[in-house]
Structure formats: C-alpha cells, structure tokens
C-alpha cells in the first residue's frame, strides 16, 4: 500500500475544502484524480505531500503517517505543481543540476542525462527556462519530479500546454513510469486521464462521490442516452421521468433528457405530443460521452 487516506478534512474558515475524504492508491497504479474547479484535487495532492496540514483523518505513505514523518514521506515523492514553479533563469541542466544536489543524488550526472532523454529535453537542456514553451516547461517539471526516482509521483495537470505530439510522448512515459510506481494524476482533459489511469475518482464539493475503474466508469455510461427534443409548443415533461432519468429544460419547448430507456422515452415523447395536441419538431439522441457522465456526477449540490 503506497498512499492512503482516512477520514480526511482540510477547512478554510467554515469552508470544507475536503470533506471526510477515504481512499487508497497501490503500487503499479495510476489513479485518475477528476473533478471540476474547486472540488479539492489540488488541496487533497498538496496534503499527501505535506505541503499543508490535513484538520481531520490520517494521511499515510508506505504506511508512514505524513504528519509524523514529513521529511522522510517527501523524499518518497515526486511532485509536480500545478503552477509548475521553477527558477526561469537557470538553464534547463542547471535547474535539473541544482535539484539533483537537494536530493544528494551519487549518480547525478547519468540520472540527469536519463531523464532528459526520457523526457525529450536533449534539445532544450541549455536554454534558459523562460525561453521554453509552456509545454517544455511542463516537461522540466516532470523530470525534476522523477529525477531522485521516487516510489511515488503526484502529478497536478501534467499535461497541460502539451501539444498533440508531446501528449503521445508524455502519455507514454506516464504509463510506462506507473508500472512500477504509484501514480495520483489529475486532469481536465478527460480523454486523456481514460486512456492513462487504470482508476478514477471524481471530487465534488471536496467529497469523493466515484471510485472506480475505467471500466467502472465506462459500465457507468453504458446503455445510457442522451434525447434532445423540441415541441411545437411548450410542455412540462416531468411527469414521463423515472428516477434514473434526467432531464434538462434548454427552453419552453426544448428538452435535453438523459435517460437509460431510449426507445421507451421517445416512444412516451410522442404520446404527450399527441396528447397535448402539438407536434414534435425535433427529436437526436446519442449515447452518453465521458463528459456526460462526468457533469452527471459533479453538477448535483453545486
């Protein structure tokens, strides 16, 4: 068991940034951390490294509590901010340089060069960090994150500013890197964190309200559609929901219904049309996407 947490609360004020929040995190794991602006991703990373205090519950890596131990668990860690901090005018090589130093790497000079190449910065490594690109810039934080090759790696929007090429770059070495490591990963590109992560966890409002597999996710919007349809007129269609059904009112006439009985919804669809003496002027529907069921889950209580 490399991270777990118990019972964990961080407040600001009478706020619940994180709100009594369990889970684990296992070696050769990659577990996607998801949730909209606000949720505690962020709040809930910066705890498991100590860079904050948790109020409540207990944090623990490699069954270490992270209060108690908070030197000994960083050293464990690779971190990478979201705001990605780093000295702008060091050289590429001399940053990776000064951290290898903090970390009294023996190896320095062969680890350095490892991670430059694995992170594809060989034509970089001697320019200033603010001469790089925001998607360059991302990949001197991760090799500053990976190079005293922790056990553990907490990675807050890694991909972010990547383009096209280096997603299929860095995506790769992500996988490759949580074969063996544990990895807490967290993102708003949700195609991306489905094709990485082998777990998912969804925040709200500081509380975890998914834990599961990409296959528990995907089982999770099997079967389930999405109906817009348009009246001629207006009408008020709750009465035709059951309570897996969700339906959203685009206008006095338009519907956006979420629903795991599509035939059986079109088919009451039309009935209330005849009955109501209007006519349907627009019916599509298409299966749930990621993104369905990701607003499914994060718009109830916000």
Not at 68 to 76: G, I, V
């Amino acid at each position: 068991m490399a991270i777990q947490l118990q019972s964990v609360s961080k407040f600001y004020g009478k706020q619940a940034a994180v709100d009594n929040i369990s889970f684990e995190a296992k070696q050769g794991e990659i577990v996607g951390l998801l949730g909209p602006n606000g949720a505690g991703k962020s709040t809930t990373m910066k705890m498991i490294c100590g860079y904050i205090e948790a109020d409540e519950g207990d944090i623990s890596v490699n069954e270490m509590q992270v209060q108690e131990n908070s030197l000994r668990t960083r050293q464990m860690i690779g971190y990478l901010a979201e705001q990605n901090p780093m000295y702008s005018d060091m050289y590429v090589r001399e940053f990776l340089q000064f951290n290898s130093q903090i970390h009294k790497l023996s190896n320095s000079q062969q680890r350095i060069a490892e991670v430059i190449e694995m992170t594809g910065l060989g034509k970089e490594q001697n320019k200033f960090i603010r001469q790089l690109s925001k998607g360059y810039k991302q990949r001197v934080g991760l090799a500053q994150a990976i190079l005293h090759d922790p056990p553990i790696l907490i990675l807050d929007e890694p991909i972010s500013g990547l383009d096209p090429n280096q997603l299929v770059e860095i995506r790769s070495l992500i996988r490759q890197l949580g074969e063996t490591k544990t990895i807490l990963f967290s993102s708003h590109i949700l195609q991306e964190v489905e094709q990485i992560c082998d777990r998912l966890l969804v925040l709200n409002n500081g509380k975890i309200v998914m834990d599961g597999t990409v296959a528990d996710y995907n089982r999770e919007r099997e079967g389930k559609s999405l109906i817009i349809v348009k009246f001629e007129s207006g009408l008020k269609l709750d009465s035709i929901l059951n309570e897996s059904d969700a339906i959203e009112s685009l206008s006095d006439s338009s519907y956006r219904i979420q629903t795991d009985r599509p035939a059986q919804m079109k088919q009451q669809l039309f009935d209330i049309a005849v009955a109501n003496s209007t006519r349907i002027t627009a019916l599509t529907e298409q299966t749930s996407s990621m993104e369905d069921v990701f607003q499914s889950l994060t718009n109830e209580a916000r």
